[in-house]
Nanobody
Framework: VQLQASGGGLVQAGGSLRLSCRAS????????MGWFRQAPGKEREFVAA????????DYADSVKGRFTISRDNARNTVYLQMNSLKPEDTAVYLC????????????????WGQGTEVTVSS
């Protein structure tokens, strides 16, 4: 499975961005998907995850109520809608895929995409 993330950019505090992560290759394996971020000098952290069926979603406490994860399996794409962005959301955002949903919540994934950079100015 190959993952390609896009949609990052520079935005002012309070603004919005939508990230996309498109999967290609062996995408028929019912993979759960997640978004993660890594700020300079910090460890990679879990942001949000969604099961293959989209029946379950989970979020880090720091983004609850502001970020929404969704997926379109027909397009093999997962999205992260980010609203009310804060400077502390600045990071490289990565998408990951795994068949084990709980592992995503501890930032462990079998497949990773390259990151897309999000910068939120104050």
């Amino acid at each position: 499975v190959q993952l390609q993330a896009s949609g990052g950019g520079l935005v002012q505090a309070g603004g919005s961005l939508r990230l996309s992560c498109r999967a290609s290759g062996r995408t028929s394996g019912f993979y759960h998907m997640g978004w993660f971020r890594q700020a300079p000098g910090k460890e990679r952290e879990f942001v949000a995850a969604i099961t293959w069926s989209a029946g379950t979603t989970d979020y880090a406490d720091s983004v609850k109520g502001r970020f929404t994860i969704s997926r379109d399996n027909a397009r093999n794409t997962v999205y992260l809608q980010m609203n009310s962005l804060k400077p502390e959301d600045t990071a490289v955002y990565l998408c990951g895929a795994d068949r084990n949903y709980p592992s995503l919540q501890i930032a462990v994934a079998g497949y990773w995409g390259q990151g897309t950079e999000v910068t939120v100015s104050s």
